[in-house]
C-alpha cells in the first residue's frame, strides 16, 4: 500500500473533457512543471483552489480521483454540475458550474496533490462490495480499477441513480465485468425511462432497500466503500448494519458530520 504523503501545491494543465452523463464531466490534468505525479490510494481526492473573478474571495474544493495515474499519466477527476436548491435563494454551486462552462484544454490550474484517509485497503483480502450513488461512483470507479489490476478479490459493485441519463461510468465498470469471473455489478434505477427499458440498462427499479441487496449478495465477510449524497448515504449505512456487516468494515467518504449517517433518514 501507497503510503500518505506530505502534499505541495502545484500548476496542473488540463488535457481534456469528457462528458460522463447529461451532469457529470471528467477532467484530466497532467503537471504543469514537468515533474512526475505524486502517487495517489484509490480513494483519495485532490484539493482544487479558485478565485472568483471579482477578486472577493478563494474557493477550494475537493474532487476525488476517479482514474488511476499509472494507465494515464495523468490525474481524472469527475464533477457534478451542482445546481441551485430548488426554492431556495442559495446559487448553484460556484466551482462545479465553473470547471463545467469555463475550464478549457489548455488551461492551467493550481491543485494540492492528492490526499485523503478514504481509501483502498490494497493488503486485505476480503471480498469488496463498492456501494455508490450519484458522482459518488468516483473513487469507486478508481478503487474498481485497482481491484480489476490485482485480479484475485471477489468484488461487487452496487450503484444507484435515478435513471441512465445521469449515469456516470456504466460502460467503463460493464468492461471490468465482462472480463472478470469475479466481478460482478448492479445497478438500480428510481426513475429509469423507456430508453433504460428497452436497453436492459437497469437491475432493479426504485430505492435501494435489503431486500434488493440481499438478491445481489451472497453473504460474505465484505470490505465495504461507501459513497455518495448524504441521504443516500445514511440508508445504505443502515442497510449494510441490517445485512450483518460489521461497522468497523464499512468505510464511507463524506462531507458532513459523520453521525448524521446513525440517524434515520429516507433516500434521495
Known amino acids: 500500500m501507497i503510503e500518505p504523503q506530505k502534499t505541495r501545491w502545484r500548476h496542473f494543465n488540463v488535457l481534456g473533457k469528457q462528458a460522463e452523463s447529461e451532469i457529470i464531466t471528467s477532467f484530466y490534468f497532467a503537471p504543469g512543471d514537468g515533474e512526475p505525479l505524486a502517487p495517489?490510494?484509490?480513494?483519495?481526492?485532490?484539493?482544487?483552489?479558485?478565485?472568483?473573478?471579482?477578486?472577493?474571495?478563494?474557493?477550494?474544493?475537493?474532487y476525488?480521483?476517479?482514474?488511476?495515474?499509472?494507465?494515464?499519466?495523468?490525474?481524472?477527476?469527475s464533477v457534478k454540475r451542482e445546481p441551485a436548491p430548488v426554492g431556495s435563494d442559495v446559487p448553484p454551486g460556484y466551482a462545479s458550474n465553473?470547471?463545467?462552462?469555463m475550464v478549457q484544454v489548455g488551461d492551467r490550474l493550481l491543485i494540492?496533490?492528492?490526499?485523503?484517509r478514504f481509501f483502498l485497503d490494497e493488503a486485505s483480502t476480503r471480498p469488496v462490495l463498492l456501494l455508490s450513488g450519484g458522482v459518488g461512483a468516483a473513487p469507486l470507479v478508481a478503487m474498481a480499477h485497482r481491484l480489476a489490476e490485482q485480479g484475485t478479490?471477489?468484488?461487487?459493485?452496487?450503484?444507484?441513480?435515478?435513471?441512465?441519463?445521469?449515469?456516470?461510468?456504466k460502460d467503463e465498470i460493464d468492461d471490468l465485468v465482462e472480463c472478470r469471473e469475479n466481478f460482478h455489478r448492479y445497478?438500480?434505477?428510481?426513475?429509469?425511462d423507456e430508453i433504460d427499458r428497452g436497453n436492459n440498462a437497469f437491475d432493479a427499479e426504485g430505492l435501494l432497500d435489503l431486500d434488493k441487496m440481499r438478491s445481489f449478495l451472497p453473504i460474505d465477510q465484505y470490505e465495504c466503500y461507501l459513497c455518495g449524497p448524504p441521504a443516500f448515504m445514511q440508508a445504505v449505512f443502515?442497510?449494510?448494519?441490517?445485512?450483518?456487516?460489521?461497522?468497523?468494515?464499512i468505510r464511507y467518504e463524506f462531507f458532513g458530520p459523520s453521525t448524521v449517517l446513525k440517524t434515520p433518514q429516507t433516500q434521495s
Open 40 to 62: 495517489f490510494i484509490p480513494g483519495q481526492f485532490l484539493t482544487f483552489r479558485f478565485q472568483k473573478p471579482d477578486g472577493s474571495e478563494e474557493v477550494l474544493r475537493n
Open 64 to 77: 476525488s480521483l476517479s482514474a488511476l495515474s499509472e494507465h494515464t499519466r495523468c490525474y481524472r477527476i
Open 98 to 101: 465553473y470547471l463545467h462552462d
Open 112 to 116: 494540492e496533490e492528492p490526499r485523503g
Open 153 to 169: 478479490r471477489k468484488t461487487w459493485f452496487m450503484h444507484a441513480c435515478d435513471n441512465g441519463r445521469v449515469h456516470a461510468f
Open 187 to 192: 445497478y438500480c434505477y428510481r426513475a429509469p
Open 238 to 249: 443502515s442497510l449494510l448494519i441490517d445485512l450483518g456487516v460489521p461497522q468497523e468494515q
